[in-house]
């Protein structure tokens, strides 16, 4: 299957899921417990760690450190268990054990162009969530489904405001799909290639939904520190 096609399947069962770290307890320090949280792998081998989307770092124990190696390229749904919490500058990060890691569809924005337009596709998608995190915008989103597999994109605008602002389309191909189940699916994409030299830049996204109502995300993307 192809790095930007979608198909329902796991990615898109926990596309859904956004936890985060916040509402952690100590009563939830039980090997009967788990989390699930978004997250990439950092660090050097043998000393990988997980960083999530809201900073937190996990530490995952020593005997998952191998499992990790074949991750660090990638974005991650991690299912995880707490086993303790390190206090660093003020901040409380986790000690854990890794259960389970799926990989998430991970993409960089393309730029929309006479030739690739049709390809890309114009066809609806309920955008539902859209966030910064580990260096990417992630977008939670809906669509209809029979069978087909569809295809999910971020394309720079060829028209631009003149206001600063850098203009990006999210747009869905369902390659003539019947539009029968509704499906979520989950998506980060990296931005970088928009900063040219700078440490932010605001961004502008649109899409279309089913009932053909027009919506507008707006956001800074910063550099990833």
């Given at each position: 299957m192809?790095?930007g096609m979608i198909?329902?399947?796991?990615a898109l069962?926990?596309?859904?899921?956004?936890?985060?770290?916040?509402?952690?307890?100590?009563s939830d320090y039980s090997?009967?417990?788990?989390?699930?949280?978004?997250?990439?792998?950092k660090?050097?081998s043998?000393?990988l760690?997980?960083r999530?989307?809201?900073?937190t770092?996990?530490y995952?124990?020593l005997?998952?450190?191998?499992?990790?190696t074949?991750?660090?390229t990638d974005?991650l749904?991690?299912n995880y268990t707490?086993?303790?919490?390190?206090?660093?500058?003020?901040?409380?990060?986790?000690?854990?054990?890794i259960?389970?890691?799926?990989?998430?569809l991970?993409?960089?924005v393309t730029?929309?162009?006479?030739?690739?337009?049709?390809?890309?596709?114009r066809d609806?998608?309920?955008?539902?969530?859209?966030?910064?995190?580990?260096g990417?915008?992630?977008v939670n989103?809906?669509?209809k489904q029979e069978?087909?597999?569809?295809l999910?994109n971020?394309?720079?605008?060829?028209?631009?405001p003149?206001?600063g602002?850098?203009?990006l389309l999210?747009?869905?191909?369902?390659?003539?799909?019947?539009q029968m189940?509704?499906r979520s699916?989950?998506?980060?994409f990296?931005l970088?290639?928009l900063l040219n030299?700078?440490d932010?830049v605001?961004?502008i996204?649109k899409?279309?939904?089913?009932l053909?109502?027009?919506?507008e995300?707006k956001g800074?993307?910063k550099?990833?520190?």
């Amino acid at each position: 299957m192809k790095r930007g096609m979608i198909k329902w399947g796991i990615a898109l069962l926990v596309a859904g899921l956004f936890f985060t770290t916040a509402c952690i307890k100590d009563s939830d320090y039980s090997l009967g417990k788990f989390w699930l949280s978004y997250g990439v792998i950092k660090g050097q081998s043998g000393n990988l760690n997980v960083r999530l989307d809201d900073g937190t770092i996990l530490y995952p124990i020593l005997s998952n450190q191998p499992f990790l190696t074949s991750y660090t390229t990638d974005r991650l749904l991690v299912n995880y268990t707490i086993l303790g919490n390190k206090i660093e500058n003020g901040d409380t990060n986790y000690i854990v054990k890794i259960n389970a890691i799926d990989r998430l569809l991970k993409k960089s924005v393309t730029k929309l162009t006479k030739q690739n337009a049709d390809s890309l596709g114009r066809d609806p998608v309920d955008a539902k969530n859209f966030w910064f995190g580990n260096g990417f915008l992630n977008v939670n989103f809906a669509f209809k489904q029979e069978f087909k597999i569809h295809l999910i994109n971020l394309a720079k605008d060829t028209i631009q405001p003149t206001t600063g602002e850098i203009s990006l389309l999210l747009l869905h191909n369902a390659w003539g799909d019947n539009q029968m189940n509704e499906r979520s699916g989950f998506v980060s994409f990296d931005l970088n290639s928009l900063l040219n030299g700078k440490d932010s830049v605001k961004i502008i996204v649109k899409s279309k939904d089913y009932l053909g109502a027009s919506h507008e995300f707006k956001g800074t993307y910063k550099k990833e520190q």
